[in-house]
């Protein structure tokens, strides 16, 4: 079994973002899918009712019903469930990325935006809201992790606005644009309890307008 106090790289899923333990006490895999799935559900319940310091593995036995003996047959400690967590729901693969829809020239930017927003608000939301309440709880070495993946994220969609407006290097706001996307992105849902009652497709028109018609403002005046 992998130290409790320590990532380990998880051999089904070597891809994902944050290093999840690699636990092989339990062979049937139908059956540990199906009980990560209770431990993680109900963490995450908890994560944000209770908070993630407030939470303890006993807590978790309790909402899920996995035995507290049993538990790490499953799961390393806490830790290693919240990276479950944020791996399933903030790093999740089936979500377009910035970059790669700010990549598709042939599309308006105001029409990739509203696809951006309303995946991305759509399905990742809550994992959003997690990252914000739990972030300071993680570890350092997980801290890093989820700065380097926003970083190069960033990086990556400035790069591709200079592809889209035929701008060169070393103009540092499309960095700060990107990060803006990046924020309405994030904090959007966050915000969506003053607007329940407004249509999602009209938040998401208006936020993408805004964003699009903010980009190209800034394109067109001179870098100061």
Request: charged share 30%; with cysteine; aromatic share 6%.
């Amino acid at each position: 079994m992998a130290d409790k106090d320590e990532p380990g790289i998880n051999g089904d899923e070597k891809s994902a973002a944050l290093n999840e333990a690699d636990i092989r006490v339990v062979q049937n895999e139908t059956l540990k899918q199906r009980r990560r799935e209770q431990i993680c559900d109900a963490a995450l319940e908890l994560f944000l009712e209770k908070g993630f310091a407030s939470t303890t593995i006993r807590d978790i036995c309790a909402r899920s019903g996995v035995n507290q003996a049993s538990i790490y047959d499953y799961i390393a400690n806490k830790n290693d469930i919240l990276r479950r967590l944020l791996n399933q729901l903030w790093f999740r693969t089936d979500v377009p990325t910035l970059p790669s829809l700010l990549g598709q020239t042939d599309r308006d930017l105001e029409d990739v935006l509203r696809e951006y927003y309303r995946e991305t608000w759509d399905k990742k939301g809550m994992g959003a809201l997690l990252v914000y309440r739990t972030v300071p709880h993680m570890q350092k070495v997980d801290r890093q992790a989820m700065r380097e993946r926003e970083r190069t994220l960033i990086e990556d969609a400035a790069g591709e606005l200079r592809k889209r407006f035929s701008l060169g290097e070393g103009d540092p706001r499309f960095e700060i644009l990107a990060n803006l996307l990046v924020y309405l992105a994030t904090f959007g849902p966050m915000r969506s309890w003053l607007q329940t009652e407004l249509p999602v497709d009209v938040i998401v028109h208006a936020t993408s307008a805004a964003a699009a018609a903010m980009i190209r403002q800034v394109v067109d005046q001179p870098q100061g």
